[in-house]
């Protein structure tokens, strides 16, 4: 894994582990509302005004973040394993996922050189395992063994899967789409997902995997993670139903 040596130059790349003391749940001024407030009460600012810290804003904004837990291996077959929130589902058909790299990393690196990767899944229990793998080691280095984690096989494809996490998507490279070469520019990488794998115990009697079970963590704001809280079933409006 490769970072800049030092984080301060590069303040929108470390925002992923970077911006802010304040703990889930507290609210209340920042002493740092930056650009000023209109007459509606709310907080404003333009994109220019705000610079490198609009990346922070954003992540406050786009939360909570579902965690990809990114397994690749390297062309000489090392492993490498990183958390990944800017991450979702691109498409249903095909079957697409991506994850974006802010700035050339050793996983969008693993995946260019390979064509694959494994996206796994983060319970909450593993939340300090995750993390430890989000540091930035010198790509020789296996996040696996640092973390403490086992490696298991996949079925389709050569990086590993995470054995602790409860489930894994197996993909293959489609595209990697490139916004600049600055330090925190965003590499998207989309991958087809090609097999899957969840562990029995967390899927449920109508054959879905049970997100209880699996009890996901996420990424939000600041430094914070998010547990899985409350839900509840919606059915969708049909417009059919109404006329
Ligand atoms: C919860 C969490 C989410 C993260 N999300 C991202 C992300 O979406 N994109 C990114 O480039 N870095 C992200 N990071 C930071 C990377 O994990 C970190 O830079 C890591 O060293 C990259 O590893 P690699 O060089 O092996 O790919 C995140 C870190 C944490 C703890």
Known sequence: MS????????PAQQGHEQGGQRGPGQTGQTGQRGPG??????????????GRRLYLVMNCLVAPRPIAWISTVDAGGVANLAPHSFF??????????????????????????????????????LRLAVNETSIDAPPYI?????ADLTSEPSAAVRPPRVAQSPGALECRLVAVHSYGDRPASGHVVVGQVVHVAVDAGAM???GLPDL????SATRGDRMNWYRMGEGESIERPR?????
């Open 88 to 125: 979702t589902v691109a498409s249903a058909d095909p079957p697409l996922v991506q994850f974006t790299s802010i700035g050339r990393k050793d996983s969008l690196r693993n995946a260019e050189a390979t064509g694959e990767f494994v996206v796994n899944v983060v319970p909450w229990r």
């Open 239 to 243: 417009w059919a139903d109404r006329s």
């Open 3 to 10: 970072e800049p040596a030092d984080p301060a130059a590069h």
């Open 212 to 215: 209880r079970v699996l009890d």
């Open 37 to 50: 407030q209109t007459g509606h009460g709310r907080w404003e600012a333009g994109a220019a005004e705000l």
């Open 142 to 146: 296996d996040e696996f063994s640092l």
């Open 204 to 206: 449920a009697a109508d």
